[in-house]
């Protein structure tokens, strides 16, 4: 993610999230928040936002997923699922073991896509979400090692 890409981001954001988040968290995880790690994939080089995604490296072993997002327009074409999958393998190189993210209860097919990436519930955040209070499950994906191989295995098929 560049500078030029917040408020793209940001509008799409808005649009899709019913509580997102501002402009200026935007801001601080580009340029003040050494653990942040964030991508964007253009709709074609140097068209608009198609997905995002902003993840955390906490305690230098743990990458955490705090946001993913892909515009409804460019759902159902495995945008996701390549972003969070290059999400993974950076997060991988940068010493990462494991992941973890929050996903609303209701979210049935972001917690499927999670799955096939082997996250599994781990708890459940009661009322996690400000505007419903609807519960957020937490997901862990224990290793990014066994992920890596078992993506590097589907590849050389």
Sequence with gaps: MRLEDIEPVHALEVAIFPTPWSLNSYMFELEQNAASHQWVVESRPGGQIAAYVVCWLLGGDELHIANIAVA????????????????????????AESAALEVRASNLAAQQLYA??????????KGYYQDNHEDAWLMHLPSLGAFLAQQAGQNSV
């Design 72 to 95: 409804p327009a460019y759902r159902r074409h495995g945008l996701g699922r390549r972003l969070l999958a290059h999400a993974l393998a950076a997060g991988a190189a940068l010493g």
């Design 116 to 125: 096939e990436f082997g996250f599994e519930v781990a708890a459940v955040r």
